[in-house]
């Protein structure tokens, strides 16, 4: 019988993931109401906001439609990071921001929008939600902060850089596979079929 999931990178298992880099015994459950705990906990969270917050291929979002209320706002999702207007570099109409919790445009000074805006997003995901490589790369970002301000061990601190940036290779290649960038700037929604080397066997 397999598993219906495969999936064991929690947030439990990256505390003891980074307890394990400095040393500590490992714990049954997250409890905030031991001091350690709870400061490695913040170190995790503070290491995923950073990452997720330059803004992957997993958590960006292009063109993505808001629509204004009946009041004329238009809210902002709590767990949106970073926005901006799609193509706003070349229609220089608006230039927007966030103010309580809604979307404010600079240029007309006012929170009221008479019809849809596009932006361009970064989105923040719960732990669980991010793919693989991007956990282990948080995880290993932490276990580096974790030792530099719990342990103070220099030698411990660099092994733990190496492998924080073999995690953060990994995620950048899962970067540039998932993307499909091209140097040609083919949009999204559109095709480009370019020259394969097995075609010139085929004439």
Known sequence: MFPTTFDTETELSAVNSILGSIGQAPVQQLEFDNPEISFIYNILKECDLDIQNEGWIFNREQDYTLLPDSNGWIQIPE???RMDVTDGQVWRTTDVVKRNGRLYDKL???D???GPINLDLVWRF??????SVFKRYITMKAAGRAATQLVGNK???SLL???EAYARAACLEYECNQGDYTFFGTPSGGAYHSFQPYQALRR
């Open 79 to 81: 767990n949106v990071l």
């Open 108 to 110: 007309s000074h006012s």
């Open 112 to 114: 009221k929008f008479e």
């Open 126 to 131: 719960t732990f669980e939600d991010l793919p």
């Open 155 to 157: 030698e411990l601190v």
């Open 161 to 163: 850089a190496t492998q």
